[in-house]
């Protein structure tokens, strides 16, 4: 089993008068699924970062242990609130081959885990595509589709359904949550519907974990109001969970 840690992370963009990110711990394992609730500006896209490795906290440390992926790669994916800053190349399929060309994945293999995932998520039938044509959904799936395919071993996600109709939106979580059952995941996001099936919901605000628990706990309409979220449509409580 893999994990990854966040141990006492702080993040200060040069000039700006205190933390984006003020020493914040997380853990995360294989398996879990973990979302992180926080208003607009509260820190998620800059914590994201740090936990794919993106960006170097300024002090405390990001330690992955257990992964036994390809040498080269983290082990550790980023699903971009804006597909478009991820989707680069001139068609779906070869969208979701590039990750696995640049590990060095034998071709026979490359090629079967692409196929199989065209289908899994639904875009064989625009694999030639080229992903300035679509739709923000199927592009924000074919992102997905293209994290999948490299099997990581966390995948954190920035508000990765913010762009979406409710169609979209629901497929997209779908799919999310059995990524769950192999990856370890940690969403950012500030829908608290994201987070109705996550094992640990967690709240950031002004750059420090605000809250802390079960879905049942943190998706209270009062502690929502405190992190500066939206309550849930209809949240009757933990017997919805
Ligand atoms: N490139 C940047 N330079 C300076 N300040 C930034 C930059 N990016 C974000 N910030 C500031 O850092 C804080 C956290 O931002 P961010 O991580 O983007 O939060 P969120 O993703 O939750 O909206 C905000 O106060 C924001 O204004
Ligand atoms: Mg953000």
Do not use: C
């Not at 992955?64 to 983290?74: D, E, I, R």
């Not at 597909?83 to 779906?92: I, T």
């Not at 997905?144 to 629901?170: H, I, K, N």
């Not at 799919?175 to 967690?202: C, F, I, N, P, Y």
């Amino acid at each position: 089993m893999a994990r990854l840690e966040l141990n006492h992370v702080s993040y200060n963009y040069p000039g700006s008068p205190g933390p984006a990110v003020d020493d914040i711990n997380i853990n995360l394992e294989t398996g879990r699924f973990v979302v992180l609730l926080g208003a607009n500006g509260s820190g998620k896209s800059t914590l994201a970062r740090i936990a794919a490795g993106l960006l170097k906290p300024d002090s405390g440390e990001v330690i992955l242990t257990g992964f036994q992926g390809h040498p080269g790669w983290s082990g550790v994916g980023m699903l971009f609130q804006n597909p478009d800053e991820q989707l680069l190349k001139h068609s779906v399929e070869a969208e979701l081959a590039w990750g696995l060309e640049n590990i060095g994945l034998p071709p026979g293999e490359m090629h079967s885990r692409v196929r199989e995932a065209l289908e899994e998520y639904e875009l064989s039938d625009i694999a030639d595509n080229s992903p300035d044509t679509l739709s923000d959904g199927m592009k924000q799936l074919t992102a997905l589709a293209s994290l999948a395919v490299m099997r990581p071993a966390f995948l954190v996600l920035d508000e990765a359904t913010s762009f979406l109709d409710p169609y979209w939106t629901a497929k997209v979580r779908r799919k999310v949550r059995q990524m769950s059952g192999t990856a370890g995941l940690l969403w950012m996001t500030t829908d608290a519907e994201d987070a109705v099936e996550a094992d640990r919901v967690l709240g950031l605000k002004n750059g420090r974990l605000a809250a802390e628990g079960t879905p049942g706990e943190v998706l209270q309409p009062e502690r929502l109001e405190a992190l500066g979220i939206e309550p849930v449509a209809d949240w009757v409580g933990d017997d919805e969970v």
